[in-house]
Nanobody
Framework: QVQLVESGGGLVQAGGSLRLSCVASGSTFNINAMGWYRQPPGKQRELVAQIISASNTNYADSVKGRFTISRDNAKNMVYLQMNSLKPEDTAVYYC??????????WGKGTLVTVSS
């Protein structure tokens, strides 16, 4: 089992920045990929960014050039630096961990609200 806890959400004006953090605990040695998903109001959950290693990352087209995902394996943490935020980035952001046998674990989410 892997437990995930997010932090760093909040209210920010358009054009501003936020940094989300997620700490993993439990069977962290089983984790292959970590990532961030988001669920805007009334919409389905979608991938924002995923990282396996510093040279192996994946971003949604809508956030490329604005968001940066990073990972600190020694601390079992994953971060999402969000710059140039837009109102359409408003969502609940969920941390995700995927194990080597493709099991997925989720945090409870942190709300990001971007005001125009």
């Amino acid at each position: 089992q892997v437990q995930l806890v997010e932090s760093g959400g909040g209210l920010v004006q358009a054009g501003g920045s936020l940094r989300l953090s997620c700490v993993a605990s439990g069977s962290t040695f089983n984790i292959n990929a970590m990532g961030w998903y988001r669920q805007p109001p009334g919409k389905q959950r979608e991938l924002v960014a995923q990282i396996i290693s510093a040279s192996n990352t994946n971003y949604a087209d809508s956030v490329k050039g604005r968001f940066t995902i990073s990972r600190d394996n020694a601390k079992n943490m994953v971060y999402l630096q969000m710059n140039s935020l837009k109102p359409e980035d408003t969502a609940v952001y969920y941390c995700n961990a995927r194990t080597y046998i493709a099991m997925n674990y989720w945090g409870k989410g942190t709300l990001v609200t971007v005001s125009s």
